[in-house]
């Protein structure tokens, strides 16, 4: 309490001139108190037959007699030595949203960094080891956390600085000795930076697909003002037209005019419903890059690694990635039609049951972008595939960074996952294909399949609701050693063309198309879907144990340029 008693009465102690505190303090006649130096120099400053108080203005003649206030010199001494320090050290005591220094004892101070080796926070007096000892100059430091435990292995109780791709999770060098042995393991940093990469990958995608939306946006607007301006028009060559019909056309006027006022609002709204929902998804799309960037600049490689899953996937847009306006004209055709009635239907339009028919040009706003036919159209919709353990069967050993499954005659022990095929050789991907996607697999094997699927596919059993092409949430193209085949929900097409170890896929998910190729040195089409499709896809593959020979079996999703 002492402490902030002195704090508080600090103010009574200050230059009103420099306003902080006194300094070789003096009092002058009218009982007011300075620096010695301040006094000076405003007196200074002054007529100089003058002499006034800067506070109460009192003057003084002659020029009074500086001298050093000792009583007052040392009280300020003592607040200096006391409440001003008390002021600094509480500054510097950790609060009840800080991280603490983990060496202070008693009272903690704040932590400035922590330590990711030693898996402590240190605050500045405790760090200066780290900044001094040559040993400790290497530790990894960082931002204060709060979560340093989060690093420790539950089992172990080590650092855990090596990260399991097999499983998808931080472990320690213990880990690798038992429950992970023999799994595929890399040091945290490598798969951060590889994830890092994924991250930056998907701004991109973000960044591009603001832009292109931006650019719909504003042709909406341009689409708006065009129905607009054409629709005004139509309304004033109607009236003129229907003026000289004089009474007979009067009525009929005024049923033209709500048809189009109709129409225009009809297509306007229509037109800014899309421009609407555009413009949530540009808001949606920033709010998803904020929280990448924020991941993004994350210096903890376990706290990457351990958020990192939980983001949500990108979603494909519910919209056009591109819209096309066409030149149309709106409402021009009601001019003309108007025009030619004028002279013929002076009698016509006695009869009650004619009608003038609104004859106006719809605003097709989403018209989808052609569909590629060259390799090079196709490969700009390259997507990176890798395959989900948790779906593998226990027979497919996943390598290359889960890219490739290849058949294994021993079971894997792989730990029990409700998405995983526990009959047919099969795997799925991790990633969740909408909107174009287009990914190549070389294969090895004369028993390969290629396939495509929906998420709830069946996984348990033998059954055809569990195999790729033999059921209505699946299609799959069989590669034999000589021949192709195609099947979905148990029909199975004959397909001819050149055979090839690597088969090419291309998805447009909106528009229901799925293509085979066949890639070598030209790229050949196999097989076309045109479809309806209700959910995302996985891309999938199944190794057929019927046909299992001594040789290499295995499918691998290739890295395109």
Known sequence: MAQRGNQMDSGKYSCSICLDLLKDPVTIPCGHSYCMNCIKDHWDGEDQRIHSCPQCRKEFIPRPKLEKNIMLAELVEDLEKTGLQAATADHCYAGHEDVTCSVCPGRKLKAVKSCLVCLVSYCENHLQPHVDVPGLKKHKLVNPSKKLQQNICPHHEEVMKIFCRTDQQCICYLCTMDEHKNHETVPAAAERAEKQKELQESRQQIHQ???????????????????????????????????????LLQERSSDVKQQIRSQQETEVSRVKDVQEKLEQEITELKRKDAELEQLSHTEDHT????????????????????????????????????????????????????????????????????????????????????????????????????????????????????DRFTGWSQVLSRESLTG?????????????????????????????????????????????????????????????????????????????????????????????????????????????????????????FIKLK
């Open 209 to 247: 697909r603001i832009q292109d939306q931006e650019k719909d946006v504003k042709l909406l607007q341009q689409e708006v003002e065009a129905i607009n301006v054409s629709a005004d028009k139509a309304v004033e060559d109607s009236e003129k037209i229907f003026t000289e019909l004089i009474r």
């Open 303 to 418: 706290q990457f690694l351990l958020n990192y899953p939980s983001l949500p996937a990108l979603s494909e847009s519910t919209h056009s990635s591109s819209i096309n306006i066409r030149p149309l004209r709106h409402f021009e055709d009601v001019t003309a039609a108007v025009s030619e009635l004028r002279d013929k239907l002076k009698d016509v339009l006695r009869d009650p049951g004619t009608n003038i028919k609104l004859a106006v040009t719809g605003v097709d706003v989403l018209l989808s972008e052609p569909e590629p036919k060259t390799r090079d159209e196709i490969l700009k919709y390259s997507k990176k595939i890798t395959l989900d353990t948790n779906t593998a069967n226990r027979y497919l050993v996943l390598t290359e960074g889960n890219r490739k499954a290849t058949f294994v005659s021993s079971c894997l022990p792989y730990p029990d996952h409700p």
């Open 436 to 556: 174009r996607c287009y990914w190549e697999v070389e294969k090895r094997g004369i028993h390969v399949y290629i396939a495509v699927s929906y998420k709830d596919i069946r996984r348990e059993g033998w059954s055809d609701k569990c195999q790729f092409g033999s059921n209505c949430k699946s299609w799959s193209l069989y590669c034999g050693r000589k021949t192709y085949r195609f099947s979905h929900n148990n029909i199975k097409t004959p397909v001819s063309g050149p055979v090839s170890s690597r088969i090419g896929v291309y998805l447009d998910h909106r528009a229901g198309i799925l293509c085979f190729y066949s890639v070598s040195e030209a790229m050949t089409l196999l097989h076309r879907v045109q479809t309806t499709f209700t959910e995302p896809l996985y891309a999938g593959v199944w190794l057929d144990l019927s046909f299992f020979s001594l040789s290499e079996c295995s499918s691998e």
